[in-house]
């Protein structure tokens, strides 16, 4: 079963930046698909970004275009969100996933990932 493992959450006031990272456990697709999708009590899970093993093919939320960047650490089975200009909506609890490979228009889909991470809380407030 694999395990992912987020960290970097936490406070930050409008404006400013985070980057969150989530690390599997171990590889068990040989070409992959990581994600982040973001949920608010109440509201559906939300998709944040994706990003695609072997051609780095990367895919975003429309509010998240030009702010955030989703990149990997293949060596690591990692993957990365940093996340500049933050504003209050973006406060939500954010979710990694990991799954196999997803062509393009999947990739933004929830049942395109097998696993889940706990989620982090990011919270944008002054």
């Known amino acids: 079963q694999v395990q992912l493992l987020e960290s970097g959450g936490g406070l930050v006031q409008p404006g400013g930046s985070l980057r969150l990272s989530c690390a599997a456990s171990?590889?068990?697709?040989?070409?992959?698909?990581m994600g982040w999708f973001r949920q608010v009590p109440g509201n559906e899970r939300e998709f944040v970004a994706a990003?695609?093993?072997?051609?780095?093919?990367?895919s975003y939320g429309d509010s998240m275009k030009g702010r955030f960047t989703i990149s990997t650490d293949n060596a690591m089975n990692a993957v990365y969100l940093q996340m500049n200009n933050l504003r209050t909506e973006d406060t939500a609890v954010y979710y990694c996933?990991?799954?196999?490979?997803?062509?393009?228009?999947?990739?933004?889909?929830?049942?395109?990932?097998?696993?889940w991470g706990q989620g982090t809380q990011v919270t944008v407030s002054s």
């Open positions: 171990e590889r068990t697709f040989s070409t992959y698909t």
């Open positions: 996933a990991y799954g196999p490979y997803a062509i393009l228009s999947s990739m933004a889909r929830q049942d395109a990932y097998r696993y």
């Open positions: 990003i695609r093993w072997r051609g780095g093919a990367t």
